[in-house]
């Protein structure tokens, strides 16, 4: 049952979520003439209102329990677009934001950051992990 829960809690990120706030999408929402960082910011916070039912009933230091699982994986990047999208999820999920700080502390997140990564390609190294 956990690793369903698990996938759960990744699929509400990866298609619930994601997808409404992709730049083909959030194109497709200005030609329309809608405001696609609202309707970023309207997909992210009712996705994070499913997420933090998952979090409220499986959590602990993490998203699920006391272990890092994928849902971690996803969950971290979703809180960067969150913030791409001048969305302050802090003050609707502060726990989620207390999660994050704590990966954000693990060697792998650290390595894996958006600011740790290279933004051009370099014969000599690919990427910073």
């Known amino acids: 049952m956990d690793k369903f829960e698990i996938r759960r809690m990744c699929e509400i990120v990866n298609s619930g979520i994601q997808p409404v706030q992709n730049l083909r999408t959030l194109g497709s929402i200005q030609e329309l003439g809608g405001n696609p960082k609202q309707w970023a910011r309207d997909a992210i916070y009712r996705g994070l209102i499913v997420y933090d039912e ?21 969950l971290v990047p979703q809180l960067g677009n969150a913030r791409r999208f001048h969305y302050n999820f802090e003050e609707d999920f502060g726990h989620l934001a207390v999660i994050e700080k704590r990966l954000m502390e693990l060697p792998e997140f650290i390595k894996s950051d958006k600011a740790n990564q290279i933004t051009e390609t370099d014969p000599k190294e690919d990427i910073r992990l």
Not at 54 to 74: I, P, R
């Open 54 to 74: 998952c979090v409220k009933k499986n959590g602990g230091l993490y998203s699920f329990g006391d272990t890092v699982t994928m849902a971690d994986v996803f």
